[in-house]
């Protein structure tokens, strides 16, 4: 059985309880931000901020505006792009739905970032041995019976935990109940060949941070970076330690000079 | 299938005993598993940020906190947080160790001084009961110029707190009031006491009338000077499960907020036209008779009759004075009959009933007018009209949601006022699903408050003595209402004389006695208002030498926080108790202060957080609650009960060793909470003791007004008796069915968890609406069931609003000084010139000589809020990099056509000015704000946030810089939420 989070931002209140939990269970810092226009801080994922609530002021087609809150992570994919291409196999999808990372195994190859539809996994950049960084769903939690961490903060029920056929089916049961109020599309049941983490949204999900669902298509990202890592990895092995030194190098360069950490993806609008 | 967390929880038995699994457990890992990191929580607490209440569970490794999460076993919050409460840990731990914010040492900075130096606590105590005594004694009348005994000290103010244990605010108030002090304010002053005072006037009592989990039997919710999905989120716990079920939620506000993107209906406005907004609902309800015919003609005084000289023409009421600006309310009363009691008319048709006066003052209210002076759309006026007039239907409930937004205006108690009135038309008062519910902001602002924390109150809020009483007897005559001849009706107040003999002996034990009136001479006596404006005014002025500042943070909250700081720089001394440095302890910091001017000695005190002590709060929703400590304070903290007791111990042992004025005040004081003080034995003072057994009270009923009884707050009696500690129960079966949760904590009054409960029956006992009783008669057993009623009397032998002389509640009422019905006035400063008539703003409102800003040089109206991610003056959450990080700048929003105008696009800086001070922040330039046209005029209206200042990890410039002085005259709550401001792009920084 798999389990899933089915996340209805129609009930999302936007209070980043998820995002603080997060934090707080991980022992993950706060970081250093600064306001630049909206209210979502840190602007982008990070090796220290695992999820994080997007707010995004959207119009839809009858013109009524609407302020969604958007909350992203790892989505746990149900065939990882990320598993695939990682060559040392730090990365793997348990039966019960997780995608979970072995420090110890990691070599630092960065493949895992490169792979990802989503744009989910970071590195913590400012450090000589970085390591990859991402939500991990919480996995010591669920193995002791308890919800991951930002589910259970979850104020108004925003964020449901559960075995993800019945979850897909509670997404259908809740457009088919209140048709106006929702899209109606479950992301996640499909795209990507399907993900643990699916929503349920009241605008269209092009006009949210998801990747476009043309590009992102539905069938499973393993069969492409498979093939990546196929090629890649004999030769990379050799070549990684020189690589990291350099992005280190560079990292802490940058940060003395003031200037961010390369960003993995596009400004929010 | 609908899964919730809830079920979850159920299905999966997590449980208590998997929830406190301690770290390390299982041992061993094995493949593709994990041990659960550290521990999930064993302490059970309550936040301490908002006035939900939520209950947290806290995991402790050593002397750091290392987990801080949702209790779920807590009705009100099932095991979920906000973002602040889940950041709760980081008030005593971050990233492993002590918030390095946090205070750990007694700090002393003296006068002139450019630095803070660390001293002991026996030093500390030493030198501040010496400047207390000094002070003190030094400013001390004994009479006043009128003759009387006063016995107070006009030299010293004592300020907060809202966040402190009650037990502990019970235990201040003893201190400030031995020692005379008359100028005792805390937040609740310029928060919400407009609302309460509406509600007092209204029905009785001011807090919540219902709960949060109530909000779920609603059909239709309105939030209107509330944004409580930002400030409460947790209520939308219970207002999403509504909105599911069916219930429409309409968002009352000038801006789109989090609030209102859950909402079926935002309804901008205008900030300031509540009233205007309210009062087209009311008509709107009157004109279609969707109001509930019965309720209103049972339940609220609309058939009594007043007086035929009564009347209302543009904008005034009869008997306004101009020369005095004031009103003489002889023309507001009832006509009386031969027996001195109102005459009625039942048929609501007498042109002097309050049914008709109401209707007529409010016809004016038409809704092209309306939308005209508030700026509201027509099309979603009409439909919020509708969706709450339905409301009106028997069976049916709607409830009101209120905060600080509509209680800060100098129309801040005639707001309420007109929301009561619509909820009384309704029939939505004492029904499941209805109310006015006036939330308190902060965890503990009514637990606080009602230990007596404002100028005009002693604990339980029995009206503090003034100058004029010279006796007991004659406070009494003063303050004891005498019993209604109305048939059926119980008489409020006639038990006074029981809960102030009660409360001295509480105070003063074996030295209150029959002959010297329990101590009568002791207790200071009042000779003015000693609101918070004016107590600054009088620091400004040198009135006020010393201050006993207690978690409360007024460089950044008071209005015209610019002259604050001037005032507080004044002081010849000021104690801070607080658990980092605030900008009011860095009053020597202030910007454009340079410390060597600043004369003023400062004691920085190193408090307790919530986590590291023991007590109970109130939440907004009356629900006391009991905490625990889950670890020690760091370094040399200690809880604010310690310190106060500390300052008790010394100042007795000064005052018996070298007297003073009144020196038995403080010597004789009744102070026996142990060594540490315990907050059980406190609490049990509170609750109160048969003397002669010696057993603690079980409940009001025993209280004795012979000296027999001792009761430290009559609202708090039966809330620790025999039985054990009633705060600290942890049922949470639901016998009800409407999720009342009776059996969890207990709750004021006499724990009964929805006020005005006999107004959710017929005269016949019968509940309007049989599927959701909050109370029923039963004929057998010739008793009610359901919740604690309002007095057990059967069916149609007591009016249902008991606290009202008359058991009826006032949609039309004498009590207010400025109006027996609300009227729409402009705010102090207004773009627009009122259109109703031909008074600009409220006549009675309040001002210190502040400096008005005109249109013509500030165009844009301004109003402020509160975000998630931090609380009121940012004293705790500034300096949790939690959220900080979320939350990093001060900021205003504007929409994008007043951006354009200035030319500004999202993350530039601006700077905001008035004619109280400047500004900068960055702006947010955003679609949730629209500009308003009013009256033909377009009105841009910018919003911000007031949680900044100079002092933390987070600093910025204070909204409050640019507020005024000016507060509605019921109340002297300032007009926090409406001023005029010029913005140009740029700024220093």
Redesign the interface.
Same mark, same amino acid.
């Given at each position: 059985m798999s389990k899933a989070v089915l996340v209805d931002l129609t009930r999302c209140v936007g209070c980043r309880s998820c995002q603080v939990a997060c934090k707080a269970w991980n022992d993950n810092p706060g970081e250093d931000t600064e306001c630049s226009g909206s209210y979502g801080n840190p602007p982008h994922l990070s090796g220290d901020t695992w999820t994080l609530i997007k707010f995004d002021e959207v119009q839809d087609a009858r013109g009524k505006l609407h302020w969604v809150f958007t909350k992203q992570q790892c989505m746990h994919c149900e065939h990882p792009a990320c598993v695939s291409a990682c060559p040392v196999s730090a990365l793997h999808k348990r039966d019960d739905g997780p995608v979970v990372y072995d420090a110890e195994k990691c070599i630092g190859c960065r493949y895992c970032m490169m792979a990802c539809p989503f744009h989910i996994p970071k590195i913590h950049w400012d450090r000589a041995l970085p390591l990859i960084k991402k939500c991990t769903f919480c996995a010591d939690r669920i193995d002791e019976g308890l919800e991951p961490a930002c589910v259970k903060a979850c104020p108004t029920d925003a964020l449901v935990f559960g075995e993800r056929d019945e979850l897909i089916a509670d997404a259908e049961a809740r457009i088919r109940a209140r048709p106006t109020e929702y899209v109606n599309h479950v992301f996640g049941q499909h795209e990507a060949g399907g993900t643990s983490w699916m929503y349920l949204s009241p605008v269209d999900f092009d006009q949210l941070w998801f990747p476009q669902s043309d590009e992102l298509g539905t069938d499973p990202i393993p069969a492409l970076s498979e093939a990546v890592a196929e090629v890649g990895t004999p030769s990379m092995l050799a070549g990684v330690a020189a690589l990291l030194a350099g992005i280190y190098w560079a990292t802490k360069r940058r940060q003395e000079a003031g200037a961010q950490p390369p960003a993995a993806e596009p400004e929010e609008g | 299938?609908?899964? $919730?967390?809830r079920d979850?929880?159920k299905l @999966?038995?997590?449980g208590a005993s998997? +929830?406190l +699994?301690p770290y390390g457990l299982p041992a061993g890992r094995l493949a593709?598993?994990?041990? +659960?990191?550290?521990p999930?929580g064993e302490t059970p607490t309550t936040c301490c940020f908002c006035g939900v209440g939520c209950g947290a569970i806290v995991a402790a490794q050593g002397d750091r906190v290392v987990? !801080?999460?949702?209790d779920?076993e807590h009705p009100v919050?099932q095991? #979920? +947080?906000? #973002?602040k409460?889940?950041?709760l840990?980081q008030l005593n731990t971050v990233?492993?160790k002590v918030n390095p914010s946090r205070l750990q040492k007694v700090k002393y900075r003296a006068a002139g001084s450019s630095q803070w130096e660390e001293k002991s606590w026996d030093w500390a105590i030493d030198e501040i009961a010496k400047r207390l005594k000094d002070t003190r004694d030094g400013n001390w009348v004994s009479e006043d110029t009128d003759g009387h005994t006063v016995n107070r000290t006009e030299a010293i103010a004592a300020l907060g707190s809202v966040f402190i244990n009650s037990e502990e605010a019970y235990a201040l108030t003893k201190l400030v009031r031995a020692l005379g002090i008359v100028w005792n304010e805390n937040e609740s002053r310029i928060c919400v006491t407009s609302t309460v005072t509406a509600g007092s006037e209204s029905v009785g009592r001011g807090p919540m009338t219902n709960h949060w989990i109530d909000l779920r039997n609603s059909d239709c919710i309105m939030t209107i000077g509330s944004n409580a999905? *930002?400030t409460f989120?947790?209520s939308?716990?219970w207002i $999403?499960d509504a909105v *599911?079920q069916g219930a429409t939620l309409i968002s009352v506000d000038p801006r789109?907020t989090?609030?209102?993107?859950?909402a079926d209906l935002?309804l901008p406005i205008r900030t300031g036209t509540d009233v205007a907004l309210v009062g087209g609902m009311i008509n709107y309800v009157l004109e279609n008779e969707l109001y509930h015919r019965e309720y209103v003609a049972e339940y609220t005084n609309a058939s009594f009759l007043i007086d035929p000289g009564f009347g209302f023409e543009d904008g005034l009421f009869t008997g306004y004075d101009a020369a005095t600006g004031s009103y003489d309310r002889s023309t507001w009363q009832y006509q009386p009959d031969e027996q001195g009691l109102p005459m009625r008319d039942d048929t609501l048709q007498d042109p002097n009933c309050v049914f008709q006066l109401l209707k007529a003052h409010f016809s004016r209210y038409d809704p092209e007018t309306v939308c005209s002076v508030t700026g509201a759309p027509m099309d979603t006026f009409l439909s919020a009209c509708q969706a709450f007039g339905a409301t009106g239907a028997r069976g049916k409930a709607g409830a009101i949601l209120c905060s600080s937004g509509s209680a800060q205006h100098t129309q801040g108690t005639q707001n309420a006022r007109s929301y009561y009135i619509l909820q009384l038309l309704l029939g939505n008062i004492g029904v499941a699903g209805g109310g006015v519910n006036g939330i308190a902001g902060a965890s503990n602002g009514l637990g606080c408050t009602l230990q007596g924390r404002l100028f005009h109150v002693l604990p339980g809020d029995l009206p503090m003595p003034a100058s004029g009483d010279e006796s007991l007897e004659a406070y009494l005559d003063r303050v004891t209402a005498p019993p209604s001849q109305m048939e059926n009706t119980i008489s409020p107040w006639t038990s006074r004389p029981k809960y102030i003999v009660s409360l001295l002996k509480a105070w003063y034990g074996d030295a209150a006695a029959e002959r010297n009136g329990f101590g009568w001479e002791f207790l200071p006596k009042l000779g003015g208002n000693y609101s918070f404006v004016n107590l600054f005014e009088a620091m400004d002025a040198g009135t006020i030498k010393g201050l006993l500042c207690w978690g409360m943070n007024p460089a950044v909250s008071g209005p015209n926080s610019g002259m604050v700081r001037e005032a507080l720089g004044k002081l010849d001394w000021a104690v801070v108790v607080d658990l980092c440095e605030t900008e009011t302890a860095d009053l020597w910091k202030a910007p454009g202060t340079t410390p060597s001017d600043s004369q003023t000695e400062v004691f920085l005190l190193p408090a307790a957080a919530s986590l590291e002590k023991e007590g109970s709060l109130m939440s907004s929703a009356r629900w006391m609650q009991w905490r625990y400590q889950a670890v020690d304070p760091p370094g040399e903290a200690q809880s604010d009960l310690w310190i106060v007791d500390q300052l008790v111990r010394k100042l007795k042992s000064l005052y018996g060793a070298d007297g003073g004025p009144n020196a038995q005040a403080i010597t004789e004081l009744a102070w026996d909470y142990g060594d540490p003080p315990d907050a059980h034995r406190v609490a049990q003072e509170m609750n109160g003791y048969d003397l002669t057994t010696g057993e603690l009270l079980p409940g009001l009923a025993g209280l004795k007004e012979d000296g027999t009884t001792s009761c430290g707050n009559w609202l708090w009696c039966g809330s620790y008796t025999e039985a054990g500690n009633m705060m600290a129960r942890r049922d949470n079966t639901d016998q009800s069915g409407i999720g009342l949760f009776s059996d969890w904590a207990w709750a004021f009054p006499c724990n009964r968890r929805i006020m005005y409960n006999r107004a959710s029956v017929d005269l016949q006992g019968n509940p309007w609406n049989p599927d959701k009783p909050v109370i029923s008669w039963d004929e057998q057993s010739e008793s009610w069931a359901g919740d604690v009623p309002d007095g057990g009397s059967p069916p149609g032998k007591a009016y249902p609003f008991i606290m009202k002389p008359h058991g009826r509640a006032l949609l039309f009422g004498a009590g207010l000084v400025d109006g027996p019905l609300p009227e729409h006035y402009e705010p102090w400063e207004s773009p627009v010139r009122n259109p109703m008539t031909s008074v600009q703003s409220d006549p009675l409102l309040k001002t210190w000589g502040a400096v008005k800003g005109e249109p013509d040089n500030y165009p844009i109206l301004a109003t402020t809020s509160r975000l =998630? *991610?931090h609380m009121h003056g940012g004293g705790m959450t500034r300096n949790m990099?939690?959220s %900080? *990080?979320?939350?990093?700048?001060m900021?205003i929003e504007m929409s994008e056509e007043l951006a354009e105008a200035e030319g500004v =696009? @999202?993350?530039?800086r601006v700077v905001v000015e008035s004619p109280r001070g400047q500004i900068e922040a !960055?702006? %947010? =330039?955003?679609?949730?704000l629209r500009p308003f046209s009013i009256d033909g005029q377009v009105v841009h209206e910018i919003s911000m946030p007031w949680h900044w200042g100079y002092a933390g990890l987070s600093p910025g410039d204070s909204a409050n810089c640019l507020t005024a002085r000016v507060a509605d005259s019921n109340t002297m709550i300032p007009e926090y939420r409406a001023f005029l401001v010029r913005i140009t792009k740029g700024g220093a920084r």
């Open positions: - | 299938m609908d899964l $919730t967390r979850f929880l @999966s038995g997590a998997l +929830l +699994l593709n598993r994990f041990p +659960l990191h550290k999930v987990n !801080v999460e949702g779920p919050n095991g #979920s +947080l906000c #973002s409460g889940m950041g840990a990233d492993g999905a *930002e989120p947790i939308f716990n $999403t *599911e789109f989090r609030t209102s993107a859950k935002h =998630v *991610e990099p939690y %900080v *990080e979320m939350m990093p700048d900021f =696009v @999202s993350g530039d !960055v702006a %947010v =330039v955003t679609k949730r």
